[in-house]
């Protein structure tokens, strides 16, 4: 179920943002972005999701765009510990945690 | 601390045996999942269970089972073990329809021979 389109890997330099896009052009109206991250060989872990507004917390930010056919999660000072696979998900609310997972962004911060 | 554990985190077993991983939660959470992980996939949604006497098959379901008797637990069997079932598997819960955090266990690298 490939909703999502992310580039397969990133680099970025420790201590500098590292801007993750993905592409979502066909969501619907009441589905939900979400980002989930996954440290080698441990679980994924949630980070962020949103719906239309910017959202901001302690991990990350994510900005999507007007017409929510994109969104970009942005870590504000990445560290080597942010050196991980990035999912873009997206999917509707009421649907209990189905999450698909695509290939996600291979993100690795450089010291 | 509340949390999700498997077992066994690793096992290697031989083609045709039935297998069975377990998957337990602390926080009775409704909701379980299994997916498993393959070079080139990423993650992909065996199984899941919305709460006790629930299942749902997910995208690929094919050779496995999954049965829930009570909050806690979810196990998933491998009927006869193939090769190609050789792969990492991944136990989520959540905790209902609406939650957006799923929560991850570390993970079992189960090894058919």
């Known amino acids: 179920d490939a909703k999502t389109t992310q580039p397969p890997s990133m680099d970025c330099a420790e201590g500098r943002a590292a801007n993750l896009p993905c592409n979502h052009s066909t969501i619907s109206g009441n589905e939900y972005v979400y980002w989930y991250r996954q440290i080698h060989s441990q679980g994924p872990q949630y980070i962020i999701h949103g719906l239309k507004n910017n959202e901001t917390n302690e991990m990350a930010s994510l900005i999507i765009t007007e017409d929510r056919k994109s969104s970009t999660l942005i870590l504000p000072h990445a560290t080597l510990r942010d050196t991980a696979v990035y999912y873009c998900i997206v999917r509707p609310p009421e649907t209990g945690n189905q999450f698909y997972f695509g290939t996600g962004t291979s993100l690795t911060v450089i010291p | 601390d509340a949390e999700i554990t498997q077992s066994p985190r690793h096992k290697i077993t031989e083609t045709g045996r039935q297998v069975t991983l377990a998957c337990h939660q602390t926080?009775?959470?409704?909701?379980m999942f299994w997916y498993r992980q393959d070079l080139g996939h990423g993650l992909r949604l065996i199984h899941y269970?919305?709460?006790?006497?629930?299942?749902n098959k997910g995208e690929v379901s094919d050779g496995y089972s999954v049965s829930r008797s009570n909050t806690e637990d979810l196990p998933l069997t491998l009927e006869s073990a193939a090769s190609s079932q050789t792969s990492v598997y991944f136990c989520?819960?959540?905790?209902?329809?609406?939650?957006?955090?799923?929560?991850f266990g570390q993970g079992t690298r189960l090894t058919v021979v």
């Open positions: 989520a819960s959540s905790v209902g329809l609406t939650a957006t955090e799923a929560f």
């Open positions: 269970s919305y709460g006790v006497q629930d299942t």
């Open positions: 926080w009775n959470h409704n909701n």
